[in-house]
């Protein structure tokens, strides 16, 4: 692999699907201050659905163990093992040494092959058949990872559906790195940069491509960062996406998911639905975004109750295709949806909507979302409403998972929604996922969980 770096420049390869694989010794269990283990990870189910709790003290390790949980992030294809039989001889130097043997009819086992060792001698070399494992193509493909600003939230409002197209965990980092933090002065934290590295592993494989995609502009993640990014070894592109504000970070965010990635669905340029949701608060953005992501669709954003200023965001609208002849292709229709009272509103009277979910609040919100958009999901992910990190990286996550984000009260999970939508919702065999540690969601919301399912399969829910 070349060791030359591009910067800015967007890569075409649309990510494959990606299969849930939980490593458990990637979670540790840390001590947590509000008495239990920060990770859980039961060995059995706690009834026929699996309940697991991702987190630790800050939100930048929090987002360290969620993409430490998966061991299949990228779009790799890898090289694969095969067994065959091969010559194994006394002597090199002639065709046939250590060379795949032709011909079914050899057995393992000594034989012994004349070799001219001079004129006019002739010699023998003893051989054996031997069966040996090899690796057979190559291991190609590309690694995508996000980072995103951890302590604010609007130029990452658009990220889960880029997320899911780049089979991409999301990570945090502050705009600089703080005092202590950084053990090599390359101005990346010494936790992420480990965790860049781990992911970039596989870019030591000629034909593996490993790209860090940074979000939001030099206020959101500083040139210090960009710049010891850049040099992580193995980073081969290190990307950033910006505009004048959230609203055109956003729309730029959208337009390379769609443009330059391609959407699971193949949708060409315009054929992509749009999920319209405020960016002056994160929680229904971030709902928003695990259901686009499921529906061919992209995040954008209004100011409020009204479009942005300058149209970034009515712009992207007026290039959808206004006709569609799909020629019996059944291929993808755009549609505009709202989520949230806000952006409903800054809809009304010039934006023709499929469809508004807004809620009471914002765990209705999701809900609404969540049960519009999803059929019969497999996996979901439950997250505090009230701050945002956990909630980015989670949506991020679960997008990934084909599964909705779902909101609740940080010390205890929400009933009226959320819980009646789980009661609901979640079969055998399907997994939940809490993101947050004590200062974002409490154990307590993981527990209640496990008691609803509990009780809805009807099993103790005592974990021993």
Known sequence: MSNKKTRGAFAALAA?????????????????????????????????????????????????????????????????????????????????????????????????????????AWGQVKCTVVK???????????????????????????AAP????????????PTTAPAGSDANGNGVMDSVEAEIKSLAKVGEH??????????????????????????????????RYQGLNRYETASEIAKVTVDEYGLASSAKSHDVNVYLTTGENFPDALSAGAAASNNDGVVLLTQGTKLDTYDFTLDFLKDLRNWVDDSNKHINTSEIFAVGGPSATAAAGSIDLAASYVGVNRYETATLTAEA???????????????????????????????????????????????AYLNASVDDGDRIFTFGGPDALRLAVTNQIKDLLAAKFEIDPEIK
């Open 162 to 173: 880029l997320a899911d197209v780049l089979d991409a965990p999301i990570l945090l980092h």
């Open 373 to 419: 958009t999803f059929g019969n999901p497999r996996n979901y992910a439950v997250v505090s409403g009230e701050t945002f990190p956990d909630a980015l990286v989670a949506s991020g996550y679960i997008a990934n998972l084909d599964g909705p984000l779902l909101l609740t009260e940080p010390t205890s999970l929400n009933q009226r929604f959320t819980a």
């Open 206 to 239: 000629e034909g593996v491509t490993v790209t860090v995609h940074l979000l939001g502009g030099t206020q959101a993640l500083a040139h210090s960062v960009e710049n010891g990014i850049d040099g992580i070894e193995n980073v081969d592109n290190t990307l």
């Open 16 to 120: 494959g699907a990606m299969v849930l694989s939980l490593a458990p010794n990637a979670f540790a269990a840390l001590d947590d201050p509000d008495g239990s283990p920060v990770v859980i990870v039961p060995d059995e189910k706690v009834s026929k659905a699996e309940v697991f709790r991702i987190a630790d003290s800050t939100r930048i390790l929090t987002a360290i163990e969620a993409s430490e949980s998966r061991t299949d992030w990228g779009n790799i294809t890898k090289a694969t093992d095969t067994t065959g039989l091969f010559w194994s001889c006394s002597k090199t130097g002639y065709p046939l040494n250590n060379k795949p043997v032709i011909g079914k009819h050899w057995k393992e086992g000594d034989f012994f092959y004349p070799v001219y060792i001079g004129s006019p």
């Open 132 to 158: 040996k494992v090899v690796k057979v193509g190559a291991t190609t493909g590309t690694m995508d990872i996000i980072v995103a600003r951890s302590d604010d939230y609007p130029d990452a409002l658009a």
